[in-house]
């Protein structure tokens, strides 16, 4: 009952910036508990990039990214955001935002967006 949509993905140079916007909505975007960002390369497993958790306001960042990419979350708006900054291109891949309401683990899952980083 939560539905994630995606947007801000593209294409830039080494050391370029993209911010990522998920907008969730559905009737359980208030019992969100952790909001994600995970990352898929072709023929790899998703990978968790960032993860924000809601009742704390604490964050994780795999380390590749950390220092980087920041993740934030507007609770008005109930959108997770992911900031990413002097990108490189292996940060390129497919990236899901993904939520859970603290019982299962990441349950709803967006589109997928695309972010190709140049060299």
């Known amino acids: 009952q939560v539905q994630l949509m995606e947007s801000g993905g593209g294409s830039v140079q080494a050391g370029g910036s993209l911010r990522l916007t998920c907008v969730t909505s559905g009737r359980r975007t208030g019992a969100i508990a952790h909001a994600a960002w995970f990352r898929q390369r072709p023929g790899e497993e998703r990978d968790l990039v960032a993860d924000?958790?809601?009742?704390?306001?604490?964050?994780y960042y795999d380390p590749s990214v950390k220092g980087r990419f920041t993740i934030s979350w507007d609770n008005a708006k109930t959108t997770t955001y992911l900031q990413m900054d002097d990108l490189k291109p292996e940060d390129t891949g497919r990236y899901y935002c993904a939520a859970d309401e603290g019982s299962s683990q990441y349950e709803y899952w967006g589109q997928g967006v695309l972010v190709t980083v140049f060299p």
């Open positions: 924000f958790r809601r009742d704390r306001q604490t964050t």
